[in-house]
């Protein structure tokens, strides 16, 4: 089986109006956002969607984030955000993004975060098994996949 | 006794940079960020926080919102808001805004927005007593209060 | 020619994490921000994008806008944003928008914004005549399009 | 003279509910905004907004950004935020964040980010000598105070 660690997911979107500041480029805390995008794609291309995790109870918080900007996008730019999970273990993930613009290519910003799993309590908690196993790329998730 | 809807509340604030646009001037939906900051410094001033509205079951949801911008703010301009309540219902009320350039005096927004009351289930609800009679002036909240 | 005030558009894009509030659902201020890329794919599929328009020189600023808020959407739910151009003046147009959970087709917002163009001085100013037209649905804008 | 890299400056500011999410607290990349609040409020401590600094053409972008997210704030708590700046060179300057929960004294982030200066072309550029000198707390910019 392919090692999930190699698997990049991409997501697309375009630069909102609202995402832009006076300097005329993404205001930077706005790279934080996509990367959100980009990892709860990542997690819904495996089958399961982040919505789905947090109906069961367990919430991801952002312990940790680390940016650097390399460049600047601009209103209705075309932006491609690659995502990887780059760590995986019972209580915690860590995914690595690079975000591009679409079109002439050109990185903007390289990104990693940490993700601790929360319980209802806000306590740290162990993620769910079907959880880890399909982001370990085991399984899909599926309705009918007996206990998960 | 004053009349409540005599009183007019005023609320300061500078302008983020987050706030700007590529236009170098404030986005617009961000004025209706700083209208909640009015009511719920309006509410505060009455001598009951909004926050403890939610922790007794209560939320208060916008039902509807009117703005006309008339001028524009740039980052770090000093804001006014003068926030007053323009009707008061068992289950909703209308808060009236004016946002004006402090130093300046220029009216930048008026606005006005109609907000329901909302229990934990999302169904309309009747305000708390409390907080009517508050509202209405006719009380201060106060932690000896006795029921409430 | 078909009345191009019969014209709707629609553009589909889904809640993000950060557009949520803490009473679960979509924070009102984010509808605004969804009513923006609206009228800009809107305008988009005419031919002509907003930004090549702020190139131009001109700019459309928001001078009113209402909101009727009728229903919430959660995290991660589809949204359908479908903008009619309801007014088109030499100096101002008028859009209506009704928001949609996309596949519940509950609506969840109606609103509706008035923009006037104002040149690189902040002074109002006339719409240029290729958008004029473009709005009128007279002609699409093309590079070959001749004087515009 | 003390050296101004002691200096801490403490802004304080209050958790709005457009910044809280679903999970019911502060959104994570709205700490990344209370940064920028920060370093703008410790510059302008030092006798210089950064709406000058942008007036005589010169913008300071984040290069990069690191956080650690260690506790959470809820709508209407009140926040603290220290800022010292950590490193200063001609091009660049770097800034270390802690943000408090300001009654309970509990610390929420710890966060530092670099900024480099660049000119209206968006190339890096020296910072003006005037700058350079208030940051390094040699002097108190002032209107009478000559060529700067």
Redesign the interface.
């Known amino acids: 089986m392919s090692d999930p660690l190699d698997r990049e997911h991409r997501s697309d979107l375009r630069v909102?109006?609202?995402e832009?500041?006076?300097?005329?480029?993404v205001?930077?805390?706005?790279y934080?956002?996509w990367c959100?995008?980009g990892r709860?794609d990542y997690i819904r291309a495996l089958g399961r969607?982040?919505?789905e995790m947090?109906a069961d109870g367990i919430?991801l918080?952002?312990?940790?984030?680390?940016?650097?900007?390399?460049g600047?996008a601009?209103?209705?730019d075309p932006i491609a955000v690659y995502t990887r999970l780059t760590e995986l273990r019972s209580r915690a993930m860590a995914f690595s993004y690079r975000i591009e613009h679409a079109s002439a290519g050109r990185t903007l910003v390289t990104a990693s975060t940490t993700l601790v799993a929360l319980d209802r309590t806000?306590r740290p908690a162990r993620l769910p098994d079907v959880v880890l196993r399909i982001l370990r790329g085991e399984a899909r998730d599926t309705a009918s996949d007996g206990p998960a």
Request: hydrophobic fraction near 35%; charged fraction near 20%.
């Open positions: 909102r109006y609202a832009t500041d006076q300097m005329g480029v205001y930077h805390a706005n934080l956002v959100e995008i709860t969607s982040y919505a947090e919430t918080a952002v312990s940790e984030a680390t940016m650097r900007f390399v600047s601009r209103y209705d806000g």
